[in-house]
């Protein structure tokens, strides 16, 4: 077998995520390992906490890493949560939502949906009426959904669980360092995010938050695995947690200072979310959301000034990635993408669902999320429409962009 | 908050796990990015699968990576083969057996041991006669269990499990790569890995393969999530996997020409596998592991020389990893590893439960494993017991180091 030294081509990832990774964070991890109960990397693990404390914006104590990617970390606080046969209300307003449904059926949960079309948000009082309905347990819902561009508003979401003593779960790995989230403030009991989006790190490594409330829940169904556990322990009453790795009372244990042996902490992940959550914080969370803001901006400028039109609730779209609609005169919409990619380097997002065939989503996400990159893409995407018979103005679309940046 | 660059202190990693990372697989990991669904990372997705069939020595189509560090592995084998309700017979020869048993009964099976000391393996006929007595559907074993140094023999289990009509499943995290493991000679139906131990690479991304048999039984608990569901897709008759993270099926669909989205794989970890994977094939499976037998064949000849006595089977130890009993004389076991660690930059581990306290485990795994780590490590650690009062003669051990490579 000869499978030769790696050596990809170069991109620019202007999908819906993951995006390139920005070059101090692949640099961090190339750094040598060190033991995980070596001195200086659990002080490393207790560092990491305190850094995503700043970019949940919490002060909770419990603020770590899951091993795995995004999911990973959704899958593990709704599996500690969620009671089998407790009930589960999960506004779906995308793809993300029906993952959270899934992941709810599949814990055994009693599951109630609400719904709106692809590219509409709910208003929080839709929100609290079916929470007098149907009286769940929990509340598990998506900040922004890349699949329809949308981001749900919460501000006021968190109290009306904490009125209604409901658990409020938060999916937030599309959205987090790009779009406000403030953990304690909108009171989120627990959120889970993810580094591949504007975190500008790569998949792989979960980081999620939660309060006393989320913990307490957890000490209730608290279980140490044969071989490990202390002479004297006694499990809690609550039912065991169905999942052995996702079992947060045993992540809360390898966390803390008794540093009880759980997984072996996947080291080189936790250098790159070190790294992450590192130069989002010296930017500053509300630095680099104006940035998010403001590129995007100049690309939504741009795309519709070239003669796009772009795609969902224009008050509630994401600040990171936009969907735009397919022109009409394209026959082929993936070929379209196919040259993106191959020809000019860019990668663009394709789309899921109801929305399939009809849009396609373009990301400015993290250390891709600047005007260079923005002027590439519609440039490059203004030429492979135009030669594929789309009725486009290549040239507007670029002073339209160049315009939001003369605004100041 | 002044988190500092990343700059960790120089470590010698001989525990049982993790160990230093192979430096091509570091400098794999600063690769940039490509996107999940780009042509050329798919490519890298199939290679991925090409170079783990090498080295698990079979020929299953369905070897893929599982995002997450070994126990994922291990937990998306067993979540998605055995089903609530049915019989799971689990060997324990240490801590991990107590891992394979815990995982079962979260996921709902009735469970069966049979126990064996620590420090022991199991003859293959006392498993024969356990699957006589209680009939399971599924029998989980460890290969190498760290926490004893043992590694189980397998090369009969396979077929008499087949014979009997059960399901083996094989957790080869510590010995793959170290140890022989023929996953089709013996007829080993799921095996799963890790890349810390002998495939010098981080925690963080499990090997897996499995057979036609486990593929069957996946595809009849076949789920798709909402979503992303094909139009006319019927879910299959078996019980959902618990587990949406962990659903193999979902994962075979993700790793097939069909590319079903279900998390983002984990790029950076990938290429490490990647990595990996090359090196050790490079070398040559059997090379390596004759590297393993000599490297642990000289560590061991230095300690028993020195006059230090070795743990457990001696015919059923593991080739990378040494149990070694704490002399009497030694009062605070963990001074002396805190003294090897910050004083002379080598890691060796501690131990769990009944062996907590009474011996170190020195591991010499993959690019770790070299004579000039075993000499290291042994005049450090002949150095720091005399002068923690042990009656050692550490000249003697590194005479005896030196002796097993002049015999050629």
Known sequence: M?????????????GPGPVDVYPRVLRAMSTPMLGQFDPEFTGHMNEVMALYRGIFSTANHWTILVDGTARAGIECCMASIIEPGQKVLVPVMGRFGHLLKEIATRIGAEIVTIETEWGQVFDPDEIERAIRQHRPDVVATVQGDTSTTMCQPLDRLGRICREHDVILYVDATASIAGNRLLTDEWMLDAVSAGLQKCLSGPPGISPITFNERVARIV????????????EGFVAANGPMIRSNYFDLGMLMDYWSPKRLNHHTEATTMLWAARECARIVLEEGLDNGIARHVRTSKALRAGLEAMGLKLFGDATHRMTNVTGVWIPAEIADADAVRSEMLLDFGIEIGTSFGPLHGKIWRIGTMGHVCRKANVMRCLASLGMVLARNGAKVDPRAGIDAAYGVYADG
């Open 2 to 14: 000869n499978i030769k030294e790696l050596d990809p081509s170069p991109r620019l990832l202007m």
């Open 219 to 230: 000490e209730g169904r608290k279980h140490i695995e044969g071989g490990i556990r202390p």
